[in-house]
C-alpha cells in the first residue's frame, strides 16, 4: 500500500506539471494573440491613416504591405506552432492519461491478488483453526468416551457385585423364609386343625375333622397333591390350604390341585367338595381373588381367634 500510494502522488505530480505547462503555453498564446489584436488595431490605424494621408503615405504601401504580410506569415507560423505544441501537449496529456489508466488497472489487479492472496490465507488460516478444533473436541470425545466407558465398567462391576450380594441374601432370606414358613405353617395347621370345627359349625356346617397333612398321588400321571386339613360330613368334604402368608400364586396352585381332589380322594366323591384357604396374612389383593374364585377364606384375628368370611353356599364352587 505504501508504494501504491508512492506511485498515485508521482502520478498526480506529474500531472500538475502538465497543467503548469498547458497553463503556461495558453498564457503565452492570449499574449500573442493580444499582440495580434494590437497589431490590427496599428493596421487599422495605418489603414486610416493612409486614407488621411494617402498621398504622402503612397510609398509606403508596399512596405506596409510587406510588413502586413510579414505579419500574417508570422501569425500563421505561431498559430501553426502554437497548434502544433497544443496537438504534442494532448498527445502527451493522452499518453499521460493512458499510463494512468494502465497504472490504475495495474494497481486493482495488484490490489485484487492481494486480496485474493490474503483470503486465501486466511480461508487456510480458517480451515486449519477449524481442523485442531475438531481435532481436540474429537480427542475430547474420545476422552470422555474412554471415562464413560470406564465409569460403566466400574458400575457394571460394582452392579454385578451388588446384584451377586443381593441373589446371596435373596438365597439367604428365601432359605431363612422356608425354615420360617415350615414352622410357621405347622403352628397355622396345628391351630386351623383345633379350630376349624368350630368356625363351620357357628357358620351353619356340621363339619368333623378328618384328618391333616393328607398325601395322595397318581405316580402314572405325575400327579400329587397334599391336604393340609381336610373337614367333612355325610354330604360334603372341605379341604382347606393352610398358609402363614398367602399369595396370588399360592391360589392358583391351590386351585389346580383341586380339579384332581375327586380322583385322589375316590371316598369323596358322591359328596358336595368346597375348598377353603386359611392364612394368617393375605397379600394386597389375595383375598379378594380367593373370593372371586369361589373359595372360602379363612382369617386369623388377634390372639389367634379363627374367623371365616361370609360366604353364601350357593356361591361356592363344587370341585
Known amino acids: ?20 505547462i498547458i497553463s ?5 498564446n492570449l499574449e500573442q494573440s493580444r499582440k495580434a489584436v494590437e497589431r490590427d488595431e496599428m493596421l487599422e490605424n495605418s489603414r486610416r491613416e493612409h486614407d488621411r494621408w494617402s498621398q504622402r503615405m503612397r510609398e509606403t504601401l508596399d512596405e506596409i504591405a ?15 506552432e502554437w497548434e502544433k505544441r497544443m496537438r504534442e501537449q494532448e498527445a502527451r496529456s493522452a ?44 480427542e475430547n470425545d474420545r476422552k470422555m468416551r474412554e471415562r464413560m466407558e470406564e465409569s460403566d465398567r466400574k458400575m457394571r462391576e460394582q452392579f454385578e457385585e451388588t446384584e451377586k450380594q443381593l441373589k446371596d441374601t435373596s438365597l439367604e432370606v ?36 378328618s384328618g391333616k397333612n393328607l398325601k395322595r398321588s397318581l405316580p402314572a400321571e ?4 397334599e391336604v393340609d386339613v381336610l373337614l367333612s360330613s355325610a354330604e360334603m368334604a372341605v379341604p382347606i390350604e393352610v ?9 392358583y396352585r ?10 385322589l380322594f375316590p371316598e369323596y366323591d358322591g359328596k358336595e367338595v368346597f375348598a377353603a384357604i386359611a392364612a394368617i396374612n393375605y397379600e394386597k389383593g389375595v383375598a379378594e381373588l380367593a373370593h372371586r374364585e369361589k373359595l372360602l377364606v379363612i382369617r386369623v384375628n388377634s390372639d389367634d381367634i379363627f374367623s371365616i368370611d361370609p360366604f353364601k353356599r350357593e356361591d361356592l364352587l363344587n370341585f
Open 1 to 20: 500500500m505504501p508504494q501504491l500510494r508512492q506511485m498515485v502522488l508521482e502520478n498526480t505530480e506529474r500531472i500538475n506539471k502538465n497543467e503548469l
Open 24 to 28: 503556461q503555453m495558453r498564457k503565452e
Open 66 to 80: 510587406q510588413i502586413a504580410r510579414r505579419s500574417q506569415i508570422e501569425r500563421e507560423k505561431r498559430d501553426c
Open 95 to 138: 499518453e499521460g492519461d493512458r499510463k494512468m489508466r494502465e497504472q490504475f488497472k495495474e494497481n486493482d489487479r495488484w490490489m485484487k491478488e492481494q486480496f485474493a492472496e490474503n483470503d486465501r490465507k486466511m480461508r487456510e488460516r480458517m480451515e486449519e483453526s477449524d481442523r485442531k478444533m475438531r481435532e481436540r473436541m474429537e
Open 174 to 209: 428365601k432359605r431363612l423364609s422356608r425354615q420360617l414358613s415350615g414352622t410357621t405353617g405347622h403352628i397355622v395347621e396345628g391351630l386351623v386343625s383345633s379350630s376349624t370345627e368350630k368356625i363351620f359349625q357357628k357358620a351353619g356346617l356340621d363339619l368333623h375333622n
Open 222 to 225: 405325575h400327579i400329587a397333591m
Open 243 to 251: 398358609k402363614a402368608n398367602c399369595t396370588k400364586d399360592d391360589i
Open 254 to 263: 391351590f386351585l389346580h390341585q383341586m380339579r384332581h381332589f375327586r380322583r
